[in-house]
């Protein structure tokens, strides 16, 4: 799965876990080979579930590493998640937040551009934003025109940030949220820059939820590990 060209509706996964903090109390040896373990389960996952690795030690009290799964079956989704959490330090870990969706075409955008295909395409940014987000009853109510006039705005506003790239995954059905909003970039002040401006446009009060936030910076599996260790 690696490396592989991913198709429309391939399972996208945002996967955050919290390590318990006596794990850190472990002596400097056990910690290493836990996360030694882990890695290579990482690394046997690999061949039905592509992971993007991200840490954010220090940065939520309630999450340390985020996991971007992406497979092509929700089955492959749940053993990969099964065997990582019962190895190594995988074992000390408590899923503090799941999302599942499907990566699949836009309503809204005929063709999409390199910087609406973060994490599947390209070189991987410093670092990922990534959050569930709920439209309002009332936005399903109003006519397909005026929801393409408001996503129009929303559009033009993400092109004038062309250094934050992001990817939308749908989640109806699936999960207790809509969508996944997920961005990545080297620039958060960019970042920053780009949510002022789309929460002053038409569409924000149709926004219902788009929260927990999750900023991670990424690391490879391997630099992970260790930082963890």
Known sequence: MAGAEVADHTLFQVLALRLDPAWR?????DR???????????AAAAATVRTLTYSTVGLRADVD?????VAQSIDDLET????????????????AYAFTGLIRPSRYVRKPSAQEQALVSGDRGAYLIV???TKTADWYRLSREARQGMMNEHIRVG?????VR?????STGLDDQEFIVAYETDDLVAFQDLVT?????????YTLRDQPILTGIHHPPDELVRLLA
């Open 197 to 205: 401006a789309l929460r002053e446009t038409e569409a924000r009060q």
């Open 32 to 42: 290493e080979a836990d996360a030694a373990a882990f890695g290579r389960a990482l």
């Open 131 to 133: 959050y569930p987000f």
């Open 159 to 163: 092109h004038d940030f062309p250094q």
């Open 80 to 95: 990969s998640a099964a065997a990582l959490l019962r190895e190594g330090l995988g074992r000390w870990a408590t899923v």
């Open 65 to 69: 590493v985020v996991l971007v799964r």
């Open 25 to 29: 109390r472990l002596a400097a040896a």
């Open 166 to 170: 992001q990817l939308l995954a749908y």
